[in-house]
């Protein structure tokens, strides 16, 4: 695979240059790309390089120019859709018992996307999540729609489950790489059967039993920003027809709300506080290795060291809060369905007033035909007056 540090940004306005690397772990990005995207893949691409990624890190396979026509439903993009699948498949199969990240190349990475990724990963070992991904929040008929994810960006495990789920998502796309019809299309409609949403379960399961969750919305800006722009780590460029112009308008957005500290003018006590922290880190990282036996007084020590270090987290970074009760708590210990998060004891009573098994978009599953579930929409008293407004709106 190629690596993106090499390419020039014909769209980026000032000059960049890699910086050196921050600390800590940060996973792998595979990301596709061809020569037709070429000023949408410059904000990939030198967001990565702002943040001061690793350039290892960086996977990205370019296809070239690809011929016409371009666009949304073309045979170019369902050709580009095709290698993501397969090159996903790949990296599984290659990186067992690895995590990595792959995206779209129409997305845009943030400051707070450095320390969430490492929160997410947290999260998916706490949970035993396979994956995670960001939430589909169309325009586009959304009444029928609940729990689909978007298949733009997502963090994966690399294990048997991830990798017979995924080869069945290409198989399937390979066999009917769907571009009409009511949406979702290609490789986002044969993903989400798989994934097999039912509201009030979490952790979802999908097929060949992968575990999965959502992203809290607050943490990714999806087309025009709401009141993301000082929480979100990426940005997706959707809904638009001018992918450059939305890159551009949103980045200006979020640069006022989560300012990168330029080189060489930060304060003293800044750059203290940052090498401070560092070496924190590095004593704690020190310390793992150290001993294999810890007396009754090691262990005392490390949980106060773990409780102010949660301290300092809850204090410094964005917080969360049930969207029902209010209760404020680190956003990993809510339970996210829809973009919204609750508590415990609100989880369980929104849960039960679902009905077992509550059905969610029309796309069906493996098991059930599109046609099926569409039919089940349909006979539902509230989703059918909602499918008919929609039809009779053209």
């Known amino acids: 695979m190629a690596t993106a540090g090499g390419r020039e940004d014909a769209e980026v306005d000032e000059v960049l240059e890699w910086i050196p690397e921050r600390r800590g772990e940060v996973l792998p ?7 037709n995207y070429k000023q949408v893949f410059s904000f990939w691409e030198s967001s990565l390089r702002t943040l001061g990624y690793p350039r290892h890190k960086i996977h990205v396979v370019d296809l070239g120019e690809l011929p016409g026509p371009h666009g949304y439903c073309t045979d170019s993009w369902r050709f580009a859709i095709d290698r993501q699948l397969q090159e996903v498949v790949s990296w599984i199969g290659n990186h067992f018992d690895e995590y990595f990240i792959h995206t779209d190349t129409d997305i845009q990475f943030f400051p707070h996307f450095m320390h969430l ?4 990963l947290k999260w998916m070992k706490e949970e035993g999540l396979d994956m995670i991904f960001m939430r589909e929040r169309t325009e586009v008929i959304p009444d029928l729609r609940c729990g689909e994810v978007n298949a733009g960006f997502c963090l994966l495990h690399c294990n048997s489950r991830t990798r017979c789920f ?6 399937e796309e390979q066999a009917f790489p769907k571009m009409d019809g009511y949406p979702p299309y290609t490789d986002q409609f044969h993903l989400n059967r798989g994934l097999q949403h039912r509201l009030g379960a979490f952790p979802q399961e999908g097929a060949f039993g992968v ?6 919305d607050f943490q990714c800006i999806w087309g025009m920003p709401s ?25 200006e957005k979020v640069r006022l709300q989560q300012p990168l500290v330029a080189r060489g003018l930060s304060g003293l ?8 922290i560092h070496r924190l880190a590095d004593a704690v990282a020190g310390l793992r290795g150290s001993k294999q036996q810890w007396n009754p007084s090691d262990v005392k020590a490390i949980r106060r060291l773990l409780q102010e270090v949660e301290a300092l987290a809850e204090a410094v970074l964005p917080g969360s809060v049930c969207a029902d009760c209010g209760f404020k708590t680190h956003w990993r210990r809510l339970r996210w369905s829809g973009g919204i998060g609750q508590c415990a004891t609100c989880w369980l009573k929104w849960c039960r007033g679902l009905q077992e098994h509550a059905r969610t978009h029309y796309c069906g599953s493996w098991e059930v035909s599109a046609d099926q579930s569409m039919a089940e929409w349909k006979s539902d008293e509230k989703c059918r007056a909602s499918f008919t407004a929609k039809l009779t709106s053209g």
């Open 29 to 35: 990005i595979l990301a596709v790309t061809s020569a």
């Open 117 to 120: 990724q490492c929160e997410w």
């Open 166 to 171: 995924w080869q069945k998502v290409l198989q």
């Open 211 to 216: 575990r999965w969750a959502t992203i809290p």
């Open 227 to 251: 009141d993301e722009v000082n929480s979100a780590a990426f940005h997706h460029a959707v809904n638009t027809q001018d992918k450059v112009a939305l890159l551009r308008s949103v980045r």
């Open 269 to 276: 006590s800044g750059i203290e506080l940052q090498e401070q």
